[in-house]
């Protein structure tokens, strides 16, 4: 063995291994600072909305917050009964309804549900309207003409604490009850306890063991309420809808009742989650499938139509003169510059039936007047408008590669006594190639996303998914089904773009130089 | 002698108004949301110029965002930063705001003005005020425009002129969604107009109405935006198109082109405003104040002048007159003059409320087939 050598010193004293790994950590933690602007940006206004937008096509706590306790009551109920479910759900569904209108949450649940559920967001804003004013008034004159301490909060409040093992609905009706008087800004003591707290009363007196109360108010309450006429929930929400028996309403909220549901990601491929799993939906309703090949499809078409149109464009620009090539490089970027909507009208003005091509084509009797050609509201509209408004995203990356192709090479290939074709398609081609693929990423990613243009021109057989994921956006508000439209589509672009790396490789994209 | 009672009498008045004035500090500015456009410039021209004459301390911004105020207003509202006053929205959208707890529940009778003689506002706004969160404003239709001059000597006078082939061949412009279009459909299919939704509540009556449509299928362009059918009547793309009633009146009226309105089975819609939960006191106080000076009798019968739109008062209807700049009456331009409300339809909003995902799903999968 050999003894240690001692540790390098710097001229102040300190080891230099250490020293260099400061000095190396200040570098990093200087270049760290340098682009941290850069990276909260990005964090902040990027990364964050996506991460969100993901999390909104699965977030569904809604139900569970709205009404808890009906979710936890149904827990117990087994759908396969096709039976409406026990006077306890009802309970609980009341107490959850009751303090949902006082905080207006209900109807928002409502149209929640209405997604799964056509006629759900009316019969809880029907419901809402009705709800506080239930027969459980009954229960409220007959508690307090047995004592009127019962129309104190005060009695509750002790009891609500005191007793809460034996009155669990109670404790948490008063609890929720408190919250909402709280919220409002109010006095509990100087408010009359509601309906909801008297109906929760006399359900867990019913079902306490009979004078197994420490307060002797509550022993005496209990041998008094099993003399009081029950009312039935159930009855008194069948009154306001029928729709309340009808078993398949409670399926549906129980089936939605978990905080994170696979529902909106099953809407997008034309699924849906039922109490019987997942099932197709019905063929009329099928749509996005459709739309995301559709997509797909289209957007390829595009992006060849750029390719055919910008490739020889890109390499005029490239051979030709320097003045020649700036004007025609003004040609291609003066649309580029034009806004999106007037490029997209002018494209209608042009396409129309009765538009400017139809008139010149019917003038030189190339077509008859009665079958004028259908240009737009269709396909053909979206991808000629398209390929005019994307050309320039194909031009540019295409030239800059074009540029950089020393002419040299073809001279040599036809020194060497190659024809013009083979030293093109031999030699020129292969090295635009890098070209053509950045245009190509560029132009159907870009295509892949579009909306304003397909929706103005593309009539019915030419819109894209993106168009439902706006409306989803701007006019259902189905929020969540829109994120998991998004998402797919996110997703698609990601495996397109891993596909074509693993294919040509992305180190063979160049935007230039 | 009769300028001294007038002085005090604006003095006892000032006294009286005085004190309320003052104790509720009002915000100086105002954001009011619209539709741009003809519309938004009825309500600048009817409304916030007299008003801001009478407060010019205020300083009024429109915004242009009504199309999508409803997920606006959401998003808004998740963020804690309503920074909207008051919101012109389609009496659909004023519900759905108020069941989603993003639109303030009103008294009608206290917040708005009564009708001259006395009537309460809610009385004379009666059935236009279809939820507690809505101001009623006005009342449009979306109703069919033809070309004069392409319908040959017969021009119609029904709305299943729109599915006779025969009669008007051509191109015919209808809107990119279920609501109207399914129940012309069913109207034009036989349904009385009073079951017109029971039918439409069943797979059935759904079916039969998308196969109504399908029979015109081919010959549809569908809109999405209401510029879209007037440029189409006015280049001649479809013999037939419907539309607002507002947008026909300025392509007939100020464009002069050979287009007439067909008022059979018109859909009346209403159009109001919304104040959005959130607001501070004092921009709350701002909104309040404004509202209730723009929706009172002579506001809405002034809006009539420039925009061919039925006030949503019953008191109004009788002040409309003639049109600002083109001086022509404006009565017989209204989708609620007697002569074209002879066949009326309304839209049924609590039932599109329930609805509408369902159909819509429906009816873009059969427009993609």
């Not at chain 1, 800004?185 to 109906?199: F, I, N, R, T």
């Not at chain 1, 002797?216 to 009855?235: K, V």
């Not at chain 1, 957007?299 to 090539?325: D, E, K, Q, W």
């Not at chain 1, 036809?414 to 950045?438: E, H, M, Q």
């Amino acid at each position: 063995m050999t003894a240690i050598d001692p540790p390098v010193l710097t001229a102040d004293g300190t080891p230099l291994k250490a020293s260099l790994r400061r000095a190396l950590r200040r570098e990093k933690a200087r270049a760290f600072l340098l682009v941290s602007p850069l990276l909260f940006f990005v964090l902040l206004t990027f990364i964050a909305p996506i991460a969100d937008m993901l999390f909104r096509s699965v977030e569904n706590g809604i139900v569970h917050d709205t009404i808890p306790r009906t979710v936890q009551a149904l827990r117990n109920w087994d759908p396969g009964e096709s039976e409406v479910p026990g006077d306890d759900v009802f309970e609980a569904f009341y107490t959850d309804m009751v303090f949902a209108v006082e905080r207006k949450s209900h109807t928002r649940l409502g149209s929640r549900l209405n997604y799964e559920r056509t006629g759900l967001a009316s019969l809880f804003r029907k419901s809402g309207r009705r709800v506080g004013k239930f027969d459980t008034k009954d229960y409220a004159d007959a508690f307090n003409t047995l004592d009127p301490a019962w129309g104190n909060p005060a009695t509750w409040d002790v009891l609500a604490g005191s007793e809460a093992a034996n009155l669990p609905r109670t404790a948490s009706a008063y609890a929720t009850w408190l919250e909402v008087i709280q919220a409002d800004g109010d006095d509990p003591l100087g408010e009359e306890p509601w309906d909801v707290l008297y109906a929760a009363l006399f359900s867990d007196l019913m079902q306490a063991p009979a004078g197994g109360f420490a307060s002797p108010l509550l022993n005496d309450a209990q041998s008094a309420a099993a003399r009081f006429e029950p009312i039935s929930l159930r009855e008194q929400f069948g009154a306001i809808d029928e729709d309340w028996l009808d078993p398949q309403v409670w399926r549906t909220i129980q089936t939605y009742a978990a905080r994170y549901t696979p529902g909106y990601f099953l809407n997008s491929v034309d699924l849906k989650l039922t109490a019987d799993g997942v099932q197709y939906r019905d063929e009329g309703d099928r749509i996005y499938v459709l739309l995301f090949g559709r997509t797909l499809y289209m957007s390829l078409v595009i992006t060849i139509s750029c390719i055919l149109l910008g490739y020889p464009v890109a390499f005029l620009l490239a051979n030709l003169p320097l003045r020649t090539a700036n004007l025609l490089m003004i040609l291609v970027l003066l649309p580029f510059w034009t806004s999106l909507l007037v490029r997209t009208s002018s494209w209608k003005v042009l396409l129309q039936q009765q538009g400017v091509i139809n008139d010149i084509l019917v003038a030189l009797r190339f077509v008859d007047d009665a079958s004028r050609l259908v240009l737009i509201n269709n396909q053909t509209g979206t991808i000629i408008a398209m390929t005019h408004i994307l050309l320039p995203f194909m031009i540019l990356p295409l030239y800059s590669v074009m540029k950089t192709i020393p002419p040299a090479y073809v001279r040599a290939a036809k020194s060497l006594g190659a024809t013009d074709w083979t030293a093109f398609w031999r030699i020129y081609f292969p090295n635009s190639v890098p070209g053509i693929g950045a245009g190509s990423v560029l132009v159907f990613i870009l295509a892949i996303g579009y909306y304003i243009t397909p929706e103005l021109v593309g009539g019915t057989r030419g819109v894209f998914i993106s168009n439902r994921i706006a409306y989803h956006i701007s006019s259902s508000l189905n929020w969540g089904l829109a994120a998991a439209l998004g998402t797919i589509l996110l997703f698609a672009v990601l495996m397109l773009y891993w596909t074509y790396d693993k294919i040509v490789g992305i180190d063979n994209v160049k935007l230039g130089g | 002698m009769k300028l001294k009672k007038t002085v005090l009498a604006a003095a006892a008045l000032t006294l009286a108004v005085g004190p309320t004035a003052v104790s509720a500090q009002l915000a100086d500015d105002i954001t009011l949301v619209s539709w741009g456009g003809a519309y938004q410039k009825s309500q600048h021209r009817a409304y916030v110029e007299p008003y801001i004459a009478d407060n010019p301390e205020v300083t009024a911004v429109w915004d242009e965002s009504s199309y999508e105020a409803v997920a606006k207003l959401r998003a808004m509202n998740e963020a804690g930063n309503v920074t909207w006053d008051l919101v012109d929205v389609v009496a659909s959208d004023a519900i759905r705001l108020c069941d989603e707890g993003l639109a303030m529940e009103i008294d009608h009778d206290e917040l708005l003005a009564p009708a001259p003689d006395g009537t309460p506002a809610s009385e004379d706004f009666g059935d236009l005020i279809v939820s507690d969160c809505f101001i009623p404003q006005i009342v449009y239709s979306t109703t069919f425009g033809y070309r004069t001059d392409m319908v040959g000597s017969t021009p119609p006078t029904d709305v299943c002129a729109v599915f006779d082939l025969e009669m008007y061949p051509g191109k015919r412009s209808l809107e990119k969604r279920p609501i109207n279009n399914m129940e012309w459909a069913l109207i034009c299919d036989g349904v009385p107009k009073a079951d017109v939704y029971d039918v439409l509540e069943t797979d059935e009556g759904q079916a039969r109405a998308f196969a109504k449509l399908d029979t015109i299928k081919e010959d549809v362009i569908w809109w999405s935006s209401g510029a879209d059918t007037p440029q189409l009547l006015a280049d001649g793309e479809v013999v037939i198109g419907s539309t607002y009633n507002g947008r026909l009146f300025s392509v007939i009226e100020e464009q002069n082109q050979p287009v007439a309105v067909l008022w059979d089975a018109q859909v009346f819609d209403l159009d109001g405003w919304i104040i959005p939960v959130g607001l501070s006191e004092d921009r709350l106080a701002r909104s309040k104040d404004f509202v209730r000076f723009a929706t009172d009798t002579q506001r809405l019968a002034d809006q009539a002048k420039y925009i061919s739109y039925g006030p949503a008062r019953e008191s109004s209807a009788p002040l409309v007159g003639q049109h600002a700049d083109l001086g022509i009456d404006m009565a017989p331009h209204m989708p609620t003059d007697p002569e074209n409300a002879k066949n009326t339809f309304l839209y049924n909003y609590e039932w599109w409320a329930d609805y509408r995902d369902d159909l819509d799903a429906k009816f873009q999968a059969w427009l993609a087939q």
